[in-house]
């Protein structure tokens, strides 16, 4: 089992910056690759990066290619989402997830199996 804690989130203007972070306990966080996903009212959650055990192999979506990046620290089991050039349509609660596999094999929700409790974070126009 893995225990997974976001943090960063807040409000920022259109163009800006944050950058979440996720914590996680519980099981050897070098052993698994993890991702980042969102959820807008009344929306799905969607996929938005993911990022293999050793940090070598990312993935991500077409809506934030070129603006966001997912990196990871392994010795501080820690996984970031640096994101840039915010738009209002970004807006959502962001969850981290795990896929207990070393590569990412998939970018469904499906395909993770522990989340943290998400953060919200707000794009203003």
């Known amino acids: 089992q893995v225990q997974l804690v976001e943090s960063g989130g807040g409000l920022v203007q259109a163009g800006g910056s944050l950058r979440l972070s996720c914590a996680a306990s519980?099981?050897?966080?070098?052993?698994?690759?993890m991702g980042w996903f969102r959820q807008a009212p009344g929306k799905e959650r969607e996929f938005v990066a993911a990022?293999?055990?050793?940090?070598?192999?990312?993935y991500y979506s077409d809506s934030v290619k070129g603006r966001f990046t997912i990196s990871r620290n392994n010795a501080k089991n820690t996984v970031y989402l640096q994101m840039n050039s915010l738009k209002p349509e970004d807006t959502a609660v962001y969850y981290c997830?795990?896929?207990?596999?070393?590569?990412?094999?998939?970018?469904?929700?499906?395909?993770?199996?522990?989340w943290g409790q998400g953060t919200q974070v707000t794009v203003s126009s």
């Open positions: 990022i293999a055990w050793s940090g070598g192999s990312t």
């Open positions: 997830a795990a896929n207990f596999r070393p590569w990412v094999a998939g970018v469904e929700v499906t395909d993770f199996s522990s």
């Open positions: 519980g099981r050897t966080f070098s052993s698994y690759s």
